[in-house]
């Protein structure tokens, strides 16, 4: 790929997507868990900027409406153990455990019986929690649940990556972003002369290539 194509390819990746099509990522992890499981209800719960609470991203059956948005402690109910521990949890008899019951999900006028909980863990960083709540279970099937959650959270945590990615785009094309002189200064280079332009992408290539070597 010429240098004009490479860069022109990283400018229109920075197109931030739709906000709708960010939600549909994550909604459609909940949904497609919630199937998977016969599960009552899930949801996407994300750690918010200030890594004190946990927000209630996406939402799927009981409870849906009243919880979507919703915000609680990072460090409450079994979602604020499964993001310290790192670790996925089934939790099959939630009213015997009333300090794992006190979540969101109570105050939201739901309490489930059941619920199995996985990090959204990418490159070591635990970002947030997918929960199944009642999924239909065999108790001889908690290691394979378990691990079958984890693939789902996988998908999430991909999803998020995506929503971030979204978000970092639309700072940068306002000048508030990380990235932000990075654009302006490839809309500069687009403004010059060709040859000009050409010496000031391939410059930036070998800086590209340079960080990703270190």
Sequence with gaps: MS?????????????????REER????????????????????????DATGKELVFEAVAGEGQEAILG???????????????????????????APALASGAAGRAGYVPRAILAAPL?????????????????????????LRLLGLFAYQAVVALHVVRRHRAARQALTGDGAYAELVRIVSALEAMPRPRRQAGLRMLTAVGDLLKDG
């Design 3 to 19: 240098h004009d194509g490479r860069w022109a390819t990283l400018a229109a990746q920075a197109v931030p997507g739709p906000a």
């Design 70 to 96: 919703r915000r609680t402690s990072a460090e409450a109910g079994i979602a604020g153990w499964v993001l310290a521990a790192g670790e996925p949890v089934a939790v099959r008899d939630v009213p015997a």
């Design 121 to 145: 863990l990418y490159d070591g960083e635990v970002s947030g929690v997918l929960e199944v709540l009642d999924p239909v279970h065999d108790d001889r099937r908690t290691f394979d649940d």
């Design 24 to 47: 549909l990522l994550l909604q459609s992890v909940v949904e497609a868990a919630r199937a998977i499981f016969a599960a009552a209800a899930g949801s996407v719960l994300l750690l």
